[in-house]
């Protein structure tokens, strides 16, 4: 199994990212996939999830803000983060529903 998140960086309270996560060596398309975040100094906290329909949970943290979608046809799973505050800084995972995670990509909010 292997998931590649990218798309992080650092922006400004209020803008914007897409985080993509690619995935393999597992049978994406009925897998539901999860968005995790980890802040400095706190534990991991599940920001989102999209099962094999499309069906889409968010925490609530985050709901109205972050929509999270999915390309089966890439085996790519996003994270559309938009109105982005400086609580939002974290290392953002996808991981599925068997628990793999990736490595991570980091998301600084600040001005």
């Known amino acids: 199994v292997q998931l590649v998140e990218s798309g992080g960086g650092l922006v400004r309270p209020g803008g914007s990212l897409r985080l993509s996560c690619a995935a393999s060596g597992f049978t994406f398309s009925s897998s539901r996939m999860n968005w995790l975040r980890q802040a400095p100094g706190k534990g991991l906290e599940w920001v989102a999830g999209?099962?094999?329909?499309?069906?889409?949970t968010y925490a609530d943290s985050v709901k109205g803000r972050f929509t999270i979608s999915r390309d089966n046809a890439k085996n790519t799973v996003y994270l559309q983060m938009i109105d982005l505050k400086p609580e939002d800084t974290a290392v953002y995972y996808c991981?599925?529903?068997?628990?793999?995670r990736g490595q991570g990509t980091q998301v600084t909010v600040s001005s």
């Open positions: 991981a599925n529903d068997a628990g793999s």
């Open positions: 999209i099962k094999s329909d499309h069906g889409r």
